[in-house]
C-alpha cells in the first residue's frame, strides 16, 4: 500500500526565509511518481512538479527546488526567500502510474503542511 | 489558458438529497478524475473515467456514488442519497493521455458541497 507523510502540519517563517516541507512516502513499487502540488486559500490545487523514480536529479525552478533522495524515500520541496504570496498549504502525492491521475488508487496524498508567510 | 470548470462552486442540500456535481474538462484530454478534500484533511481519489468508463476506484466510491459523461464534454459526478459525511470540497481533474504524457493533472477550483 502506498502511503506519504507530511510530518510538518504547519510552518510559519518571516518573509525572505528559506522554508523546507517534507516528503516521506512509501511504496512497494520500482516505478512510481512524486508530486507537488499548492492549494493556496482560493482552494483550487496547483500542480507544481512531477518527479518519477528514476531521476533522482534534483530540480530548480526559480525559488523552489525539490531534492529527491530514494535513499530515505524523501522528496522535499525548499522555497528560497520566501514571499507572502507562497503561504497555502502544500501537498505530496505519489502515483505508481506514469499517468498522473494515478494507477489503481489514483493519486495518494500526504496529509498537506500549511505554510504561513507573515510579512 | 485552458482549464477545468466546475459546477456550482458551492451547493448545501438536505440530508438524504441526490446531488449533482458538474464538471467540464480540458477539452483535448482524455482521462477524468474526481478527488474529494473533507475540510482540514487531505485530498482522496475518488474514481477516475476513461473511454466512457470507470477505469480506477476507491473504497470511498461506493454504490451511493456514480459518474457519466453525458454529451462529451461535461463529466458529472452523482451522489445518490446525501449524508453528512458527504460534507466536503469535490474536486474534478482531467490529464491528457497520450505518447507525451506532460505528467500534469489539471484541476478545478472546487465544488464545496455542505449536506446539512
Known amino acids: 500500500a502506498q502511503k506519504v507523510t507530511q510530518a510538518q502540519t504547519e510552518i510559519s517563517v518571516v518573509e525572505k526565509e528559506d522554508v523546507t516541507l517534507d516528503c516521506v512516502y512509501e511504496?512497494?513499487?520500482?516505478?512510481?511518481?512524486l508530486f507537488w502540488y499548492k492549494q493556496p486559500p482560493s482552494g483550487e490545487l496547483v500542480f507544481l512538479i512531477r518527479r518519477n523514480s528514476f531521476d533522482e536529479q534534483n530540480e530548480i525552478s526559480g525559488r523552489y527546488s525539490w531534492n529527491f533522495q530514494k535513499s530515505t524515500s524523501s522528496f522535499n520541496f525548499t522555497i528560497t526567500a520566501s514571499q507572502v504570496v507562497d503561504s497555502a498549504v502544500y501537498f505530496c502525492a505519489l502515483s505508481e502510474s506514469q499517468y498522473s491521475g494515478g494507477g489503481a488508487d489514483g493519486l495518494t496524498f500526504g496529509k498537506g503542511t500549511h505554510l504561513i508567510i507573515q510579512p | 489558458e485552458p482549464e477545468v470548470t466546475q459546477t456550482p462552486s458551492h451547493q448545501v442540500t438536505q440530508m438524504g438529497q441526490e446531488v449533482i456535481l458538474r464538471c467540464v474538462p480540458i477539452?483535448?484530454?482524455?482521462?477524468f478524475y474526481w478527488y474529494r478534500q473533507i475540510l482540514g484533511q487531505k485530498v482522496e481519489f475518488l474514481v477516475s473515467?476513461?473511454?466512457?468508463?470507470?477505469?480506477?476506484k476507491s473504497e470511498i466510491f461506493d454504490d451511493q456514488f456514480s459518474v457519466e459523461r453525458p454529451d462529451g464534454s461535461n463529466f458529472t459526478l452523482k451522489i445518490r442519497s446525501t449524508k453528512l459525511e458527504d460534507s466536503a470540497m469535490y474536486f474534478c481533474?482531467?490529464?491528457?493521455?497520450?505518447?507525451?504524457?506532460?505528467?500534469?493533472?489539471?484541476f478545478g477550483e472546487g465544488s464545496r458541497l455542505t449536506v446539512l
Open positions: 477539452s483535448n484530454h482524455l482521462y
Open positions: 511504496t512497494r513499487d520500482t516505478t512510481y511518481y
Open positions: 473515467f476513461y473511454n466512457n468508463e470507470i477505469s480506477e
Open positions: 481533474a482531467s490529464s491528457e493521455h497520450g505518447d507525451e504524457d506532460t505528467g500534469e493533472l489539471f
